[in-house]
């Protein structure tokens, strides 16, 4: 079964460090998404990405973040300068029609800022 | 704007008794409504969903969920849980539009006791 995966599992980094989260959508999808689950609270979605370009994006979702589909396969999520806040577990989706349609979830990244 | 409350935290239950997990929304447009569950230490799966059609959805492991438009709800239920039911359930709504980006609710523990 096409599974959405994500890498690394968890990773740490310092404050103030950029850090670069990478996701692999279902091979046939043409919309992805970021979401976060800071710990112990609800999944927050970030951003949305259709046509190389993000289609929609939160107010979480400021100058410090970004996203990119630099090969066609592959899906990114950069934090340009991490806060301490910024730890929290992300999780990539992707669906292939942005309508009325399931996103599957990959297992996430545990971002954990010291 | 949309949102989805989900008034348990933790619903702790025995096992093979009956569950009920509540989730009410507010959306002034069509919404489609999902379930997803969250293991320990894993990502989010998709149990069920409504998009238009019955009111009454099944999805797997033996839940299913009601829609009811005129009490905006769209609670979960199971009429005999397993201990391998444990785990965190999300209620998300989504406007059906061009992005299809969920807005989750807080998310009940479901915590099944021998």
């Known amino acids: 079964e096409p599974e959405v995966t994500q890498t690394p599992s968890h990773q740490v980094t310092q404050m103030g460090q950029e850090v670069i989260l990478r996701c692999v959508p279902i091979?046939?999808?043409?919309?992805f998404y970021w979401y976060r689950q800071i710990l112990g609270q609800k999944v927050e979605f970030l951003v949305s990405?259709?046509?190389?370009?993000?289609?929609?994006k939160s107010e979480i979702f400021d100058d410090q973040f970004s996203v990119e589909r630099p090969d066609g396969s592959n899906f990114t999520l950069k934090i340009r300068s991490t806060k301490l806040e910024d730890s929290a577990m992300y999780f990539c989706?992707?669906?292939?029609?942005?309508?009325?349609?399931?996103?599957?979830f990959g297992q996430g990244t545990r971002l954990t800022v010291v | 704007a949309q949102s989805v409350t989900q008034l348990d935290s933790q619903v702790p239950v025995f096992e093979e008794a009956p569950v009920e997990l509540r989730c009410n929304y507010s959306?002034?447009?069509?919404?489609?409504l999902f379930w997803y569950v969250q293991y320990p230490n894993q990502g989010l799966q998709l149990l069920l969903k409504?998009?238009?059609?019955?009111?009454l959805v099944k999805g797997i492991n033996g839940f299913e969920a009601e829609f009811n438009k005129s009490q905006t709800s769209f609670h979960l239920r199971k009429p005999s849980v397993h201990i391998s039911d444990t785990a965190e359930y999300f209620c998300a709504v989504s406007d059906g539009g061009a992005t299809n980006k969920l807005i989750f609710g807080t998310g009940t523990l479901l915590a099944v006791q021998p």
């Open positions: 959306s002034s447009v069509s919404v489609y």
């Open positions: 409504y998009l238009s059609g019955s009111t």
């Open positions: 091979s046939n999808h043409l919309y």
């Open positions: 990405f259709y046509n190389n370009e993000i289609s929609e």
């Open positions: 989706a992707s669906s292939d029609r942005g309508m009325n349609t399931e996103a599957f």
